[in-house]
């Protein structure tokens, strides 16, 4: 009997090692991500890319993540579906570990189905779209409000605070413009209204006049604007130009900088929600961090609201990757993540999280600015837009 307790206990010591979790080394762990990085949307894809990776820099100089580094790889899909799946398919040849800051709602709504199907993490989405919330997503981990808390936000202070009750649409036909439009409607209804009405523009075109002339025939006093910078600073001018000034309201999704500068002075007066706090409140220690950060490792970018966002979703990432431990898993990193109830990025009152078990959306809070002087100031009374016509 001995000799072959031997030889079972020799065969069990032979049994390979479980393979390595993709995308983990000694000294390093590999994050990829998909993004706008040209066109109409590249704009927010960059700076989000810029906001992240100044937080990774800090977080590899000081030695990592217990003892590994993070290496990004950042590749372009150009907020396209049909190259989304290709581009999230390429990560996973790559072998990359997670996923984390990807852009726009009908790229992630291919990208979140590929990560649940393969049971691949992914944190930070720049798209506050419900399909990514509902129904719930094991793999997928929201970090911003969803446009459902945007669009209530705004319907609620335009129907209280200033008593409109005229408000169209004006939104990007695709699953984007949808989710802010289905955003709008369901607030509306609370109030047993719904929009005046809504024109639609085709992403990626820029052709805006035809969605302006109908929802300007309704007489709107206020119009709720869905789409990246380019179109939006075009549907400003053009109804500048022409004499039609109702009160523009638009969602974070806009790119609040390159909206402004895109615009020029026909940005002035345009409100926008914003997810993150305004990168000016350097009095919140998460934004000063932000600030002393971007400028250290990136020192010719402009703070921005896309960058900020881009910074809060590297410090949810790397705070999971920190409480998942050594011995890292994907599984292991979910289940750090939804341990964070609570925690505290330094953002301010509004932006605890919220994660859990049931809650993939980090953060609830909403803040609202306003275009004045090209800068976007945060906005704490509707009231104020009222006494300065």
């Not at 030889?7 to 998909?34: Q, V």
């Amino acid at each position: 009997m001995k000799p072959l307790f031997i030889l079972f206990a020799a065969l069990l010591c032979a049994r390979p090692a479980p393979a390595a979790e993709p995308g983990i080394k000694d000294k390093e762990i590999l994050i990829g991500s998909c993004s706008a990085l040209n066109g109409p949307a590249g704009e927010l894809g960059t700076r989000q890319l810029e906001g992240a990776r100044a937080y990774l820099a800090s977080v590899n100089a000081r030695g990592g993540v217990h003892g590994r580094r993070i290496r990004l790889l950042a590749l372009n899909d150009g907020y396209e579906p049909g190259k989304a799946m290709v581009c999230f398919k390429r990560l996973i040849k790559e072998g990359v570990f997670a996923g984390a800051f990807f852009v726009g709602t009908p790229t992630g709504a291919r990208h979140s189905f590929l990560a649940e199907e393969n049971r691949i993490p992914v944190i930070g989405f720049f798209t506050g779209a419900q399909l990514l919330r509902k129904p719930f997503k094991r793999y997928v981990i929201n970090v911003r409000a969803s446009y459902y808390d945007e669009t209530k936000e705004q319907v609620d202070r335009l129907w209280n605070d200033l008593g409109v009750r005229k408000i169209g649409v004006i939104y990007q036909d695709d699953a984007f413009g949808t989710a802010v439009l289905d955003g709008v409607k369901r607030a509306l209804k609370r109030y047993g209204a719904a929009p005046v009405a809504a024109g639609v523009f085709q992403r990626n075109i820029g052709k805006v006049d035809e969605g302006m002339k109908l929802v300007r025939a309704a007489g709107p006093e206020a119009v709720i604007m869905a789409g990246p910078y380019k179109p939006l600073a075009e549907i400003a001018r053009v109804s500048g130009a022409a004499g039609w000034q109702p009160l523009f309201v638009t969602v974070s999704f806009v790119g609040t900088e390159s909206f402004i500068e895109a615009a020029g002075s026909a940005a002035e007066g345009v409100v926008i929600t914003q997810v993150v706090p305004p990168p000016s409140s350097s009095r919140l220690p998460g934004v000063d961090l932000y600030l002393k950060l971007l400028k250290k490792y990136s020192p010719r970018a402009r703070p921005g609201f896309v960058s900020l966002e881009g910074f809060a979703d590297a410090m949810i990432l790397v705070e999971g990757l920190e409480r998942a431990g050594r011995d890292l898993t994907r599984e292991k990193l979910i289940d750090a993540l939804d341990s964070m109830n609570g925690f505290d990025p330094g953002f301010g009152p509004r932006l605890k999280t919220t994660l859990g078990p049931g809650d993939h959306q980090a953060f609830d809070g909403v803040y609202t600015t306003v275009v004045r002087g090209g800068r976007a100031v945060l906005l704490e009374d509707w009231k104020e837009l009222r006494r300065r016509k």
